[in-house]
């Protein structure tokens, strides 16, 4: 009796220490689905801590609102989760909460989109695209592409469609987008508005854009959503996207590939969702107790387009068609 007794102790404390062990919240604050590239960052996240040993995952999708992330950063607070991974939809706003994150003591992953207040609060490690970089290399591809094309000094009408006005990666791609065009006076800067990263609204903005403007050479989209919406505008409205309109995407998700491939996009440049590597490497380190650095890691990425070989100082072109089979979202 007593053996049994004392069995039955040992085995309810080796149950407690491998429950504690295997029961580490991970909690993600993600802004919703607007686009592919969302979709393929939230499936990344998602296998990944999922599928890890002893770890729970808790998944808040905030359908774009930056009040019902605030409401979700509240309850992973309440449900005490261990660590919380936040991506906010505009970089503003966030003082607050994440101060009460802070109070709470749970430690914060940045990762893609940057709060403005990053400098103010704790955080543990932060991943995310160089989005001024993404957007200078945009600009710097038509410059080159017109370049190598024999029309250098040919006056270019360019316009440029935005993402979510306030988003870290609509304000980057912005100041990347307009510092790239004082390298290249030939292009002309005609029209700038919001397409809100997703496609009906860059469908609905080129066919506004197609009625009230006399000509566009050149549709630089903050996101490749935003550039295949607007190809269906421009097919509709009778003219030949990639030709007529030369089309620079960003992201480099696989429809955009396929629409280099038909001829209907030239270029995309590449800002990779694919943080899980990053993240389940952090949440280890952490785990196991390790301090990680505060500045931004940016993961190396390219640029795809329908030629390769375009020199853009920091990266050369590749050619879709050669790396197409090679990519993984
Ligand atoms: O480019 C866009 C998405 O924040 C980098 O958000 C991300 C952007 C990405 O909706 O497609």
């Not at 190598?148 to 990666?169: F, Q, W, Y």
């Not at 050479?217 to 269906?232: E, F, H, S």
């Not at 409205?237 to 007529?244: I, Y």
Request: charged content about 25%; some cysteine.
């Amino acid at each position: 009796m007593r053996k049994l007794f004392a069995l039955v102790l040992t085995l309810a404390v080796l149950f407690s220490a491998a429950s504690a062990f295997a029961d580490v919240k991970i909690a993600f604050s993600q802004i919703g689905q607007e686009s592919d590239w969302r979709t393929a960052n939230t499936d990344d996240i998602t296998k990944a801590i999922t599928s890890h040993p002893g770890w729970t995952f808790i998944y808040d999708d905030a359908q774009q609102k930056q009040e019902n992330q605030i409401k979700a950063l509240r309850n992973f607070i309440t449900q005490n989760v261990d660590y919380i991974l936040f991506t906010g939809v505009v970089s503003t706003g966030w003082d607050e909460v994440l101060k009460e994150v802070n109070e709470a003591e749970i430690p914060l992953l940045l990762i893609d989109r940057m709060p403005d207040c990053a400098d103010k609060i704790e955080y543990e490690a932060a991943f995310g695209g160089d989005f001024v970089e993404e957007g200078r290399r945009q600009i710097a591809w038509v410059g080159e592409y017109l370049k190598a094309k024999g029309r250098g000094d040919e006056d270019v009408n360019v316009v440029i469609m935005e993402g979510t006005t306030g988003a870290s990666a609509q304000t980057g791609r912005t100041e990347g987008n307009l510092a790239g065009l004082k390298a290249y006076p030939h292009l002309k800067l005609i029209a700038q508005q919001s397409g809100n990263f997703t496609r009906a609204e860059g469908q609905a903005v080129m066919e506004s854009w197609l009625k009230s403007l006399e000509k566009i050479d050149v549709l630089i989209a903050q996101n490749d959503d935003m550039a295949l919406g607007a190809i269906d505008a421009i097919k509709a409205a009778g003219k030949v996207p990639g030709k007529d309109i030369i089309i620079v995407g960003c992201d480099s998700v696989k429809a955009a590939f396929d629409a280099i491939l038909a001829g209907d996009m030239n270029c995309t440049v590449e800002c990779t969702p694919l943080y899980s590597k990053f993240v389940v490497d952090a949440l280890e380190k952490l785990i196991a107790g390790e301090k990680l650095g505060k500045e931004i890691v940016h993961p190396a990425e390219g640029v795809f387009d329908t030629e390769g070989g375009i020199d853009l100082g920091t990266v050369t072109s590749q050619k879709a068609a050669d790396v197409i089979a090679s990519r993984v979202y």
